[in-house]
């Protein structure tokens, strides 16, 4: 048989109450519905750029085509996997990992988002803690990277909780003005003296490794 041409819809991170599949279609077409119902009150903006601003008809469009350009792009030096997050079978958010020429840097980044229903219930530490167990225990990362708003307390949090280093991040600029950031830093000897007493299991990762950029031997 041939392989699998996109081995990424084989690839699957479970944690006690969370699955985490890369993003497809019809994964997304629900992530745009969590979006437009809501994932902050409309007075704050925890994101730059502010894309939960546009009007829901238009927050949709955008953010389907966002996935479907990341997908467009991903190759072996640059490469995003924008997980989605389902809680008994249903999307509630997106974890995203990602780096450029990961299998040298050994570095990787990571964004979130969870829909307003499901939050203060722990899934955003849990689906964060898994992309971290991902990135150390199963591709070899040395470092992941993380920046948040500085007036965002619930991502600074989680950050915390997970054994992050922080540290003042460059300003930016969030509906017309200037705010500020903070950046986020964790090394797997210190992710050791911060993570869950819980593991994830992951499925369906060998197959990916060249997408990845990386080998048997590189993980």
Same mark, same amino acid.
């Given at each position: 048989?041939? *392989?699998?041409?996109? @081995?990424? $819809?084989?690839?699957?991170?479970? #944690? @006690?109450?969370?699955?985490?599949?890369?993003?497809? &279609?019809?994964?997304?077409?629900?992530?745009?519905?969590?979006?437009?119902?809501?994932?902050?009150?409309?007075?704050?903006?925890?994101?730059? @750029?502010? %894309? #939960?601003?546009?009007?829901?008809?238009?927050?949709? #469009?955008?953010?389907?085509?966002?996935? !479907?350009?990341?997908?467009?792009?991903?190759?072996?030096?640059? %490469? /995003?996997?924008?997980?989605?997050?389902?809680?008994?079978?249903?999307?509630?958010?997106?974890?995203?990992?990602?780096?450029?020429?990961?299998?040298?840097?050994?570095?990787?980044?990571?964004?979130? !988002?969870?829909?307003? &229903?499901?939050?203060?219930?722990?899934?955003?530490?849990?689906?964060?803690?898994? *992309?971290?167990?991902?990135?150390?225990?199963?591709?070899?990362?040395? $470092?992941?990277?993380?920046?948040?708003? *500085?007036?965002? @307390?619930?991502?600074?949090?989680?950050?915390?909780?997970?054994?992050? /280093?922080?540290?003042?991040?460059?300003?930016?600029? $969030?509906?017309?003005?200037?705010?500020?950031?903070?950046?986020? *830093?964790?090394?797997? &000897?210190?992710?050791?003296?911060?993570?869950? &007493? %819980?593991?994830?299991?992951?499925?369906?990762?060998?197959?990916?490794?060249?997408?990845?950029?990386?080998?048997?031997?590189?993980?």
């Amino acid at each position: 048989m041939n *392989a699998d041409p996109w @081995p990424l $819809r084989g690839l699957v991170v479970r #944690t @006690p109450r969370l699955e985490l599949r890369p993003e497809d &279609d019809p994964g997304i077409f629900e992530l745009a519905e969590v979006a437009a119902r809501g994932v902050h009150p409309p007075e704050v903006m925890p994101f730059v @750029p502010e %894309w #939960t601003d546009a009007p829901p008809e238009k927050l949709r #469009t955008n953010l389907l085509q966002f996935y !479907w350009r990341s997908r467009a792009s991903f190759t072996p030096e640059k %490469w /995003t996997l924008h997980f989605l997050v389902r809680l008994d079978g249903r999307v509630i958010g997106t974890q995203a990992i990602g780096g450029e020429h990961f299998a040298i840097t050994r570095e990787l980044g990571t964004g979130s !988002w969870i829909g307003m &229903d499901h939050q203060r219930n722990g899934y955003g530490t849990e689906m964060r803690a898994a *992309a971290l167990m991902f990135a150390f225990d199963h591709l070899g990362a040395e $470092r992941v990277n993380s920046t948040a708003m *500085a007036d965002n @307390p619930k991502s600074r949090a989680v950050s915390r909780k997970l054994g992050y /280093t922080e540290e003042t991040g460059p300003r930016a600029v $969030r509906r017309g003005r200037s705010t500020e950031t903070v950046r986020f *830093a964790l090394d797997a &000897d210190r992710f050791a003296r911060h993570r869950p &007493d %819980w593991d994830v299991t992951v499925t369906g990762l060998p197959a990916c490794l060249g997408l990845l950029g990386l080998t048997d031997k590189a993980v």
